[in-house]
């Protein structure tokens, strides 16, 4: 090995940042740490180009006339936003930066299986990002992100064919990160590591990866057979041309449900993570959280047509779709009630990561319950396709999903950087976004059962809708705030902030075992695993201080 | 502002308080969940909070506890599912006698016509009290017809009907509303229901009417040619098509479908697909030649010359001019069966 720093004072270690220099290291690299970062700035590039459309829509919406953009203006925000952050943003958020830096660090590998295959996805990922900036800025897509034929096939002028192709691109490496994962997995662990001792952020990942590998292609022919009815006018969906517009519907939600579970299964697996450590605690009932993730991606495959109760379907299939999809609720009941029972005579930190992951179990929990109003037949004819519909999807896939995603960041901060970020800024950005949170969507509930429909720009025959719309709208802008705060303290640790020890929280998992941030192979000796997940009783320990991997 | 700032919907149709009954239990149910996971998340947060010299009580799990947790909340989303369908169930099997009315929505508009030839845009006038029944269709994209007092929604669907329907039950003025993107001015396509007592509607609806739609639809059916074909007096080379609708119709190919609104507009727009028991595959196609507004009328007289005791039903369509002879004429051609069958895409080819 070579010398790793010709800078006299403070020798640093070798580590995986400052093994390289120069463009082509990052560009053409291989090491999965790497890739994350690649994938983390990529990702809150998208991120902040969709809020962006969001915080114009809820200008947009501050009053009832639609004065601030033209319709079609507001149609393409409101789908670009749509699109963008599902995705370019939420679907890639976790597993490909928190689940790439971590998945061979938990499991004791070097690297993932295909560290090649793995940089491929991050180039795919961007291609179809190019392509969707591309699309955007040269007129943009109004079929909103659900592009239900056969408006998207036959009627809209935009670029349909364009969106879908990037989409196309994005969902292959979405596809090889699964794979990726579920090979790394199951091939990849070191000895000792059993799958009863995986921590419960892998067995997330693993249900997460199935889905990707298994929902996402079914989206992919789906854009195909648009492109084919809108370029060839094959009758598949439009019935001028003999196809079935429902038909589109099953495709489409075929994966979209599931991906919404490609969302929230690794903040669960998050969030699992941080719970045990900061109440020092091992999980409760550990089997019955990593097969409720198994449960939760087998299960999300058989409720799709729960979003189309109105849209023509059979009263009879109705019934079967809404009682699966109260299946479907009952693992994620499960893992709620052992998080709060993992609470049960812990030894309580509230550090920022806990602070988001009480968010997250806030949100999530009130996303989950208002899922009950939605499956059940009867209210979901009169909230479906209303404000509700959106209220209720935030708080799963921001309430949820994003929480997760910032408590994890900030759990793993010092190990991906080696630096600690500040604590007190880091504690108010989560009470923030949790404010924030709330005062933007929970109006947004009562607006959907007053039965303001969604993707209105104007809606100047019912101005009774303007106080919910205006505290939507102010929440909006704190929420903004607390976004932009960690991405500031983030940027300014890098520099600035104290240099981590390898394990600032005396945390359990592989991960924390090796330096920080960890060297390009991530262990310098393969570790063997003697001992249970989330083993805080031995860290925890007045003398023994285990330090099984030699360094 | 605050007078225009109600948080509840208003109820203004007998599904209304069904739907609104369902929530707040489940508003109460969910409270209660709600309640119960956060007063343990916060009781143990502030109990267990990290204290010196105080470590944490490893537990590994509770088998009794996790079967608990599965088994109530699956009983309670039972409840729920069983009392969500059964609205469900009432909301989408529209009663027989219903008014009906036939809509068809295009970027961005609603046009209704009453079977009684009243034609609307983007207003239904309805009186207080009548079952009506809504069978809809789409000339372009998806819409959605949605009355949030009514508590009502129902996609709208090019190339086949859907069906809705609602009982009145306060007189006033509505939303209605297009609840599926369609495009441009999607936030432009409202309109609505205009709710009256049973005179005033009888007022409103003696001005100015074209005459009844199976009327209208009967002069098409002899403009077209079809009663060449289909002969009311005897079997000629298409089926005779008295007393039809709402019955079951032996298929060439051995099924048997139930004559609806679908079913009836299939044949008309592809004849080849469902092609009736014995007869030759000689009807050409009207894809094209009849606009939606038209397919409606023909299908309301196909309806009417089902009405059971109908040997003259052509002349009692004369009496509509008067007050209460509509709901006669509706009366006898709706079955429920039908109904329950214009739900479901099973009618559908292709």
């Excluded at chain 1, 330096?515 to 320990?541: G, I, K, Q, R």
Aim: charged share 15%.
């Amino acid at each position: 090995m070579s010398m790793p720093t010709t800078i006299p004072q403070p020798v640093e270690r070798e580590n995986y940042l400052n093994k390289e220099y120069g463009v082509w290291s990052w560009l053409l690299t291989t090491d999965h740490k790497r890739i994350a970062l690649l994938y983390l700035v990529s990702i809150t590039f998208f991120f902040f180009v969709g809020g962006f459309f969001a915080l114009l829509m809820r200008l947009e919406l501050l009053t009832p006339a639609g004065d601030l953009v033209q319709a079609d203006t507001y149609n393409k925000l409101f789908t670009m936003h749509g699109m963008i952050m599902v995705f370019f943003f939420l679907i890639p958020s976790i597993p490909a930066v928190l689940g790439n830096f971590l998945v061979p660090l938990m499991v004791g590998a070097r690297d993932l299986a295909f560290p090649r295959i793995n940089l491929l996805s991050w180039y795919l990922y961007i291609i179809g990002g190019v392509m969707m900036m591309h699309c955007m800025l040269t007129g943009g897509v109004d079929t909103g992100w659900t592009f239900y034929a056969p408006f998207s096939t036959n009627f809209t002028n935009t670029k349909i064919v364009e969106a879908g192709l990037a989409i196309f691109v994005a969902g292959f490496s979405s596809i090889l990160t699964g794979l990726n994962f579920v090979v790394t997995i199951h091939r990849m662990r070191a000895p000792g590591m059993t799958w009863s001792r995986l921590p419960l952020f892998i067995w997330a990942h693993y249900a997460t990866s199935i889905i990707q590998l298994l929902g996402t292609p079914v989206i992919a022919v789906t854009i195909v057979l648009v492109a084919a009815e809108r370029a060839l006018h094959l009758g598949i969906f439009d019935p001028k041309l003999g196809g079935d517009p429902v038909l589109f519907q099953h495709l489409f939600w075929f994966y979209s449900h599931p991906a919404v579970y490609i969302m929230i299964l690794p903040a669960m697996g998050v969030v699992t993570e941080i719970i045990a450590c900061f109440s020092r605690k091992r999980i409760f009932g550990y089997s019955f959280v990593a097969f409720s993730s198994i449960a939760i991606a087998v299960f999300g495959f058989l409720v799709w047509a729960h979003h189309m109760f109105v849209a023509g379907i059979s009263i009879y299939s109705a019934l079967v779709f809404s009682f699966l999809s109260y299946a479907v609720a009952v693992p994620s009941a499960i893992k709620v009630f052992n998080w709060t029972a993992t609470l049960y005579k812990g030894s309580i930190h509230y550090d920022a990561p806990m602070l988001y992951a009480f968010g997250f179990l806030g949100l999530f929990t009130m996303g989950g319950l208002t899922g009950l109003f939605l499956a059940a037949l009867g209210i979901n004819v009169h909230v479906t396709d209303t404000y509700f519909i959106v209220a209720h999807f935030h708080y799963i896939m921001v309430g949820g999903a994003v929480m997760g995603y910032l408590g994890g960041m900030h759990f793993w901060w010092p190990k991906i950087s080696g630096r600690l970020y500040p604590e007190g800024w880091a504690r108010l950005a989560a009470l923030i976004v949790f404010i924030g949170f709330n005062l933007t969507f929970f109006p947004q509930f009562l607006l959907g059962y007053m039965g303001m429909p969604r993707r209105y720009y104007d809606y100047s025959h019912m101005p009774e809708f303007q106080v919910l719309n205006v505290l939507s709208t102010a929440g909006a802008t704190v929420l903004g705030v607390g976004y932009l705060l960690p991405m500031v303290y983030f940027l300014w640790s890098m520099r600035y902030g104290k240099p981590a020890s390898d394990n600032p929280w005396n945390a359990a998992g592989l991960e924390w075992k090796t330096a920080s941030p960890p060297p390009t192979f991530n262990f310098d000796e393969e570790p063997v695993v003697t001992w249970e997940a989330y083993n805080y009783e031995e860290l925890d320990a007045p003398h023994k201080r285990e330090v099984p991997v030699a360094r | 502002m605050l007078n225009n700032f109600p948080l509840w919907p208003e109820q203004a149709s007998t599904m209304a308080g069904h739907v609104d009954a369902l929530y707040i239990f489940l508003l109460i149910v969910t409270g209660m969940m709600t309640l119960l996971i956060f007063t343990c998340l916060i009781f143990f947060a502030a109990r267990f909070r990290h204290r010196p010299g105080v470590r944490a009580e490893q537990i590994e799990g509770s088998i009794p506890l996790e079967i608990t947790w599965s088994v109530i909340p699956f009983i309670v989303f039972m409840v729920i599912f069983v009392w969500g369908a059964a609205v469900y169930f009432k909301e989408r099997t529209p009663p027989s006698g219903a008014a009906e009315v036939y809509v068809v929505a295009k970027q961005w508009m609603w046009k209704l016509e009453h079977a009684e030839g009243q034609r609307e845009i983007n207003e239904l006038h309805v009186p207080v009290g009548r079952d009506v029944k809504m069978i809809m269709t789409s000339q372009d994209v998806i819409h959605s017809f949605f009355v949030p007092a009514f508590r009502m929604k129902q996609d709208v669907l090019p190339g086949r009907y859907t069906v809705a329907w609602f009982r009145a039950t306060k007189p006033g003025v509505y939303h209605l509303f297009c609840a599926e993107y369609c495009g441009t001015q999607h936030s432009g396509m409202v309109g609505s229901v205009v709710v009256m007592q049973p005179a005033q509607y009888e007022a409103w609806m003696n001005g100015g009417s074209t005459g009844p739609l199976s009327a209208t639809g009967e002069k098409l059916f002899a403009e077209l040619g079809c009663s060449t074909c289909h002969r009311a007096d005897a079997q000629g080379r298409g089926p005779n098509l008295q007393g039809v609708f709402g019955k079951p119709v032996q298929l060439e190919d051995g099924r048997t479908v139930t004559a609806d609104e679908n079913y009836v507009r299939e044949c008309i727009l592809d004849p080849g697909g469902k092609r009736v028991k014995g007869f030759q595959p000689i009807m050409p196609t009207f894809q094209g030649l009849v606009s939606e507004e038209q397919l409606n009328a023909l299908v309301a007289y196909i309806k009417s010359i089902s009405a059971d005791n109908s040997g003259a039903v052509g002349k009692t369509i004369k009496a509509t001019a008067g007050t209460a002879a509509p709901s006669v004429q509706i009366q006898s051609s709706t079955q429920p069966k039908a109904q329950t069958n214009a739900q479901p895409n099973g009618s559908q080819v292709q």
